[in-house]
C-alpha cells in the first residue's frame, strides 16, 4: 500500500498504467551514488498506454525506493496477462495471486488516505480521483522555479499530441504575479527625474514669488511646481517656466552651494520617454505633436 501511495501520488501515470507496471520497472539514474544509497533521480519503466508506446520517465528517488521496498518483499506470484500487449507479466502490484483492480485507487486508497488525513473526498474541484495526482504534479513541473516546457511535459506525461498537455498546463496565480512583475511594465513608463530644491529660496520666503524647485530635463530646467502633470511636458523651449542651461541664470543657479538634490518618479508615455532614450529626433517629434498644446504659463496668465 504504502508503494502503491507513493507510485499515485509523485510519478502522474495514469491509473491503467499504474496497475499494469511491472516487477523490475525501477532502473537507477548513473549519476546517482547508489553505492551509498543516495539515489535522487530513478528511471520508470512505463506500459504501452491508450496513446503512446512504452516510453522511460525520470522521478524523484523515493519512488524508486518505495518501489524497491516493496519488490525485496514480494512474495511469488503468478504471472498475469496484460491485455494490451498480449504478454505474461509479474504485475508489481499484485498479492495473494491477484493483480489490485483499475478502480481499486479510487475506491480504496483515496477514500482510505483522505479518513487517515481528516479531509473529504470532494473539494471545490469534485470528487478526488486517480488522475487528480496527475494534473497536480504536471501543474507544478510547469509553474517550478525552472520548469519544464512544454514538449518536455509531454515526454514526461506520455501524450502524443502537444495539445493534450495544454489542458495541465494552467499558470498558477503566483507565476503569473511574479512574470507580470517581472515584465516591469510600470518600472519602463517611470523614469527618475533629478529635482534641485533651493533651500535659500524657502528659508527667506522667496519660494512664493520666486521659482524654488527645479526638474532637469537635460538640456534645461522646468521650474513649474506641477511638471508631473504638466500636458506639454518635456516639449519646454516655448514655455515661460523653461530655463535652459545655457542661460546665466541656470549656471547661477548650478553654481549655489546649498542646492538640495533629489530624485522624483515621473510616469512618462511612449513619446516622452523616446524623447528621453532615443534624442534629438524624438524630441522634435514630440514637440511638433505639442505645437498646439497650452504651455503652463498661459495657463497662468488666465488665471
Not at 2 to 18: D, P, T
Not at 50 to 64: H, Q, R, S
Not at 206 to 233: I, M, N, S, V
Request: proline fraction near 6%.
Amino acid at each position: 500500500m504504502r508503494a502503491l501511495v507513493i507510485v499515485w501520488l509523485f510519478s502522474g501515470l495514469r491509473r491503467n498504467e499504474i496497475v499494469r507496471l511491472r516487477v523490475g520497472c525501477i532502473r537507477w539514474h548513473p549519476g546517482d551514488d547508489a553505492a551509498n544509497g543516495e539515489h535522487k533521480v530513478c528511471l520508470l519503466d512505463v506500459p504501452v498506454n491508450k496513446t503512446n508506446t512504452a516510453f522511460t520517465k525520470p522521478l524523484d528517488g523515493i519512488v524508486g525506493e518505495a518501489i524497491a521496498a516493496w519488490e525485496a518483499m514480494r512474495p511469488p506470484q503468478p504471472l498475469w496477462l496484460d491485455p494490451k500487449t498480449g504478454e505474461r507479466v509479474a504485475a508489481l502490484f499484485c498479492h495473494r495471486g491477484r493483480r489490485i483492480g483499475a478502480a481499486y485507487i479510487n475506491q480504496v486508497v483515496i477514500p482510505l488516505l483522505c479518513r487517515k488525513a481528516g479531509v473529504p473526498t470532494k473539494d471545490v474541484r469534485g470528487p478526488i480521483t486517480s488522475h487528480r495526482a496527475r494534473a497536480t504534479i504536471a501543474s507544478q513541473l510547469y509553474n517550478a522555479k525552472e520548469p519544464l516546457s512544454l514538449f518536455e511535459l509531454q515526454e514526461w506525461l506520455g501524450h502524443r499530441s502537444p495539445e493534450s498537455t495544454r489542458h495541465y498546463t494552467r499558470i498558477s496565480p503566483t507565476k503569473l504575479a511574479k512574470s507580470y512583475a517581472d515584465a516591469g511594465y510600470f518600472a519602463h513608463n517611470l523614469r527618475a527625474v533629478e529635482v534641485l530644491i533651493d533651500q535659500d529660496a524657502i528659508r527667506t520666503g522667496k519660494a512664493a514669488t520666486e521659482p524654488w524647485k527645479h526638474y532637469d530635463l537635460g538640456h534645461g530646467y522646468c521650474t513649474y511646481d506641477f511638471f508631473d502633470q504638466c500636458p506639454h511636458r518635456m516639449a519646454c523651449a516655448r514655455c515661460a517656466f523653461y530655463l535652459p542651461k545655457a542661460s546665466s541664470k541656470a549656471q547661477i543657479l548650478e553654481g549655489k552651494a546649498n542646492l538640495l538634490r533629489m530624485r522624483q518618479e515621473i510616469p512618462l508615455n511612449d513619446a516622452e520617454l523616446a524623447a528621453v532614450e532615443d534624442g534629438v529626433a524624438a524630441y522634435d517629434r514630440l514637440v511638433s505633436v505639442l505645437a498646439d498644446v497650452p504651455t503652463p504659463d498661459s495657463y497662468c496668465r488666465r488665471r
